[in-house]
């Protein structure tokens, strides 16, 4: 069921440097939303026909969260937002990760944690065991949030949690952890490639919600392409967002 409608915003927090916590009261979403899908938000601006695509980051209680980080035009405003605006949301869209009966691994890098909170969820409330990592530059810019159960932290200057990066410290517990397991990734494109070559290597089974600029969002303007294997390509917001590693390419 797709959801066309206008909605008032319910809160929007800062949590962390340039770090945004949305709350939409659309718990209608709930039933139909599954973790790894986005929504689209419409901003009232002649200038900015096109919508721009957020990850759902879960529930809490009665609202939709999302998880955004203010990187330009669009964002900067929606983060001016506060209770008694309202955004148009279209949603669910794309497609969401297959979770199997292995150990699920959530690594997450950056804003990349927005769809696996909702996958951390998913499985907090079906009591299965799972373990997620969470990696940011600096102390600063790592997200701290209630929905948040249990999480490894690491970070590139190491001002908070262990000072390396979200691939290495996966490849440091990997001995470690329950087998067989599955990755479920989103972060930048050098982390998941570093783990499409990992996934190969050590046999792992890999899943990628891939971060990538859409203009519709709907699969009708073509216009964010991703390179799949056998020199193909395949639309992030209609194929995707999330691609089994096996079907990436290996450049």
């Known amino acids: 069921m797709l959801i066309n409608t206008i909605v008032p915003v319910s809160a929007n927090e800062q949590i962390a440097r340039d770090i945004f916590l949305l709350k939409l009261p659309l718990i209608e979403l709930k039933d139909h939303a599954q973790p790894g899908q986005f929504v689209n938000l419409y901003f009232d601006d002649p200038q900015h026909l096109f919508p721009r695509p957020f990850s759902i980051a879960g529930f809490d209680e009665e609202r939709l969260l999302i998880l955004y980080k203010k990187v330009g035009t669009m964002t900067t405003r929606l983060t001016t937002l506060g209770p008694g605006a309202t955004l148009k949301i279209i949603g669910p869209l794309g497609n969401f990760f297959n979770c199997d009966e292995n150990f699920p691994v959530l690594l997450a890098g950056g804003i990349g944690l927005a769809p696996l909170l909702f996958l951390s969820q998913k499985f907090k409330a079906s ?99 991703v390179k799949v294997k056998d020199s193909t390509y395949k639309l992030i917001c209609k194929d995707g967002p999330v691609f089994d590693g096996d079907d990436l390419g290996d450049d």
Request: glycine share 10%; hydrophobic share 35%.
């Open 127 to 225: 009591n299965q065991s799972y373990r997620l990592v969470i990696g940011s530059r600096t102390a600063a810019e790592a997200p701290f949030l209630e929905q948040i159960y249990s999480a490894d932290y690491v970070t590139d200057d190491g001002t908070y949690g262990q000072a390396t990066n979200v691939v290495n410290y996966f490849k440091e517990i990997y001995p470690q952890l329950p087998q067989p397991l599955t990755v479920y990734a989103c972060g930048p494109e050098p982390m998941l490639k570093a783990l499409r070559h990992l996934s190969v290597k050590m046999g792992f089974r890999l899943q990628v919600s891939i971060e990538g600029v859409m203009a519709c969002g709907l699969g009708l303007c073509q216009g964010c392409a």
